[in-house]
Nanobody, 125 residues
């Protein structure tokens, strides 16, 4: 069992940066790829980024490539999402999740086993 808690959301101006963190409890954090999802106003949940078990591989949705960086620290049981050059369309609730496997370019909600409750990111001037 892994419990996940996101932090770091807030209000930021377009072009600004935020760093989201996902803290995990439990001793099996390194057993799961970690994934960030988001859900914008009136939209469905969207895959954002994933990092594999040891942090050696990552995957991103095209709309955030070159702006967002996902990472993890297994010693600290944390996963992070560095978000730069934020745009209004990045406004969403951001969720971290632990995945059952690595689903390169084919991430789906049913492949997640644990979810956090989310943190809100608002990009607005």
């Amino acid at each position: 069992q892994v419990q996940l808690e996101e932090s770091g959301g807030g209000l930021v101006q377009p072009g600004g940066s935020l760093r989201l963190s996902c803290e995990a409890s439990g001793r099996s954090f390194s057993s799961y790829p970690m994934v960030w999802w988001r859900q914008g106003p009136g939209k469905g949940r969207e895959f954002v980024a994933a990092v594999n078990w040891d942090g050696s591989n990552s995957d991103y949705v095209d709309s955030v490539k070159g702006r967002f960086t996902i990472s993890r620290d297994n010693a600290k049981n944390t996963a992070s999402l560095q978000m730069n050059n934020l745009k209004s369309e990045d406004t969403a609730a951001y969720y971290c999740a632990a995945a059952l496997g690595w689903y390169e370019s084919d991430w789906y909600e049913g492949g997640m086993v644990f979810w956090g409750k989310g943190t809100l990111v608002t990009v607005s001037s």
